[in-house]
């Protein structure tokens, strides 16, 4: 990155270089365009930017920079002429891509759109340009293989970028436009899961990741140590938030990692994940319950539709799928029902199993549907027994593009029936003496459940594989970066 | 709770009972109206309400009832009469405190304001009265003693109930109107924190708590368990929340737990906190961070001022404070400024040591001020040195009522410098390679900062214990409930 110009004069020295470190030496009094506001408005104007380069190619006495900031990018020329030397063009065609570089340029509009970028009616004409933090010459990765779609170019023999590779350079991965649309339309799905609750009058809480004893029973958690004890790391806020029910919160969510220690390497799993809670009292039955959560996640998707529908047309570029479908009110089927349907389709799952499928995405054209009223063998000791039918439970599960995205159900709220599903479970009382005693004071009856942030986000988008909603994400294999 | 009527026919029997257990049984088509719609406009109106007994009090052929909901309270009165028969009027006398019911009443206009209760104007006459979940007879700490100015009624020998005896009973102790307060108070810092920056432009993100490496030199952090092998409980988002500036999403903010191992038994210190974290790339200066983070506060003070008035007066009561002073812009002072001044005023302090002192507050007039300028040698090995005195750096904390709520800094984005400080830390490169990794391909200038939720909405009330804002505090000593 050093030039050595001894035998020419260069009448455009101080127009390019390498600046200083940024270390705030002064407080500059010249504004940054950003570049998604380089519109034809902008014509004819010179103006200040700072972006990466994002790729660069020289020819003969010029050279072409696409200048990028996130998912917005913009043509630029250095051209030799009064305002640029032979030695500046050469600069600028120098400069490793990815680096970031202040410019002064002159606006431009253009006679034919530029198809190739974001920006397609102006280009800049560089009038100055200084590296202010320089990349690596060698990429571990290339953008353009990493939102590259699966298949494409295969023929020519272009590169696809593979998942390890990705997250092992993560930083450079998320550079990409799919990535910057996956984790902006993330960042809404919790503000809209956040201001449709909080409308309806629920009370967001911050509940405890350490925690004294493994509150699901005691599988799968991970052990901490703490200081002289040792503790574990919450597999949920259950506990947490049902005991804030107990003390008159009324409603309530949170949004907070749960921790897993399930040694499970699917296309699925996590170990540490985001969870979207809910608990709620209720007043007669739970389908109120059912009722708000449902009504919360359409309004997400809502929310997702309407606002991000450039966010889902970057990410469908890359990984293709069919508009997210959901029905007003939310499809519910009992859990004995979609089980004979999908018989009566032919496809057999035992009767007591988690029941995943999409058949019945298509028997009711939605994506989004709930199953009500599981077996009560296969859910926890405090789910609430059905009324009618000791075999079930006021328990339900929902699923997006036929996945379990949410699990939840009526909780117990009388000690002496907890006490004796926890026994029914063979669960050490001792351990779980305090949850109980939660219930002692007055409890109203209540339920909820818990949603994971990631596959919310995997399945609307139609992806395929959680790690590509999770920005770092943690599984048995992989704890880094 | 179970009485035998045998030798009186008892005309009102079906009026008066406790319930079965809320199971889902029924889709109750009956509408619960709050407490605190319960207004004068209502008068006269049959109602079905559910609450608590907060206090109840038999006298001769009537029983006074308060009943509560969260931070609302009204009276309620069952007397003989062709609604009431004697013995409906014991049983009601006879419910424990705390328990759960639900009354049907006529709305009654009141002549005097009933001045012990939030409904001032109304009182209920029961004609109905069913148990939906009992507490048990003894409470481990009376909701009155809980909310008692520290000092009141000691002459009379009234309780004040001690912190340990709260935390341990915190589903009760939640239950006070204080904590009602706090908390809702605390749910609105964090929507004001999040809204502000998402009105500034910021992406939400998600980071992980387990790390493979302890990320700011190996001191005070807690290990887990993972798998065959140990990982680490982030003390901070920080190397996240760099990558992701680093990764194009320019302004960062996250909202999660933060762990510290540190052996600190003091009013300000947990083990567990909820971190407000912000991270921004900037253009020339870190003082334009330093103003988005001063701006993001001033919003939160204001909207707490302006839409928490009820719950900051409530607080009041039990805990008196000035209220919370402001200036802007905000105070911002050198740290040997801050010194000198203070010495000047008689108050000696390391020259290096961090600064706490409420000193500026009075002499300035305000609760929130900025600290600049830190000595070098304090502060991590990532931060950026002062560009003209080698001894400070580009760091800054703030301070809310003269505590320090937030540490922050322009960071050193340049991988040699970073490598450089590193060493001069004796932090072992091998250790942080994917951090330094992380500059390598390009890094914007950038800074940010961290907050503690805790100590914001402890300072901001003028409370004295920072587990008075944490629902369920965990320190050295306490990892329950």
């Known amino acids: 990155m050093f030039f050595l110009f001894l035998f020419f004069k ?24 950003r570049v998604q506001d380089l519109t034809p408005e902008k014509a004819d104007q010179l103006i200040w930017l700072r972006a990466r380069i994002h790729t660069s190619r020289a020819k003969g006495k010029q050279c072409f920079l696409v200048l990028r900031q996130q998912q917005f990018n913009v043509q630029a020329l250095v051209a030799v002429g009064d305002r640029a030397s032979k030695q500046m063009v050469k600069f600028a065609a120098n400069i490793n891509k990815e680096s970031i570089v202040d410019v002064e340029a002159v606006v431009r509009k253009v006679e034919q759109k530029i198809e190739s970028c974001s920006q397609q009616d102006v280009e800049l004409h560089i009038e100055r340009i200084f590296v202010i933090s320089q990349a690596e010459p060698r990429l571990p990765l290339q953008l353009e293989d990493a939102i590259r779609p699966d298949g494409e170019g295969e023929e020519e023999g272009r590169a696809t970028v ?55 029973g005691g599988a799968n958690v991970f052990t901490v140590s703490y200081f002289k004890t040792s503790a574990y790391l919450a597999q949920s806020p259950q506990l947490y938030k049902q005991m804030c029910i107990c003390a008159d919160f009324d409603k309530v969510f949170c949004v907070g990692p749960v921790f897993r220690a399930e040694d499970s390497n699917t296309h699925r799993h996590l170990t540490e994940f985001v ?40 990410v469908n ?37 988690d029941l995943r499928s999409a058949c019945i995405t298509h028997l009711y054209d939605t994506d989004f549907y709930v199953l009500d009223k599981y077996p009560l063998a296969v859910r926890p000791f405090y789910t609430m027994p059905d009324p009618n039918n000791p075999k079930y439970s006021n328990s339900y599960d929902m699923f997006m593009r036929g996945e379990e995205i949410l699990s939840g159900a009526q909780r117990v709220h009388d000690p002496e029936l907890l006490t004796e599903r926890a026994l029914h479970h063979q669960i050490d009382l001792e351990k779980i003496k305090s949850y109980i005693d939660s219930f002692r004071y007055g409890a109203p009856p209540h339920g909820g459940g818990g949603i994971g942030l990631e596959r919310v986000c995997m399945l609307y988008l139609g992806l395929h594989n959680v790690r590509q909603t999770s920005m770092f994400p943690r599984d048995p294999k992989r704890l880094t970066p």
């Open 10 to 33: 260069d009448f455009a020295k101080d127009r390019y270089g390498v600046s200083v470190m940024v270390q705030s030496q002064q407080k500059l009094d010249r504004v940054l365009v």
């Open 162 to 216: 593979n998942q390890d590779t990705r997250l092992d350079n993560r930083v450079i991965d998320l550079r990409t436009t799919t990535s910057q649309a996956i984790f902006r339309l993330q960042s809404g799905v919790c503000q809209l899961f956040r201001d449709t609750l909080t409308k309806k009058g629920f009370v967001e809480i911050q509940t405890p990741k350490i925690i004294s004893a493994a509150s699901e």
């Open 275 to 314: 969870g979207l809670d809910i608990e709620m009292a209720f007043n007669y039955h739970y389908h109120e319950v059912i009722d708000s959560i449902t009504d919360t996640m359409v309004q997400i998707f809502k929310g997702l539709r309407d606002n991000f529908q450039t966010e889902i047309q970057t």
């Open 317 to 353: 570029k890359q990984f293709p799928s069919e508009p997210f479908k959901f029905l007003e009110p939310t499809l519910r089927l009992e859990y004995t029902e979609a089980v004979a349907m999908l018989h009566e389709a032919g496809v057999e799952m035992g009767d007591e199993d």
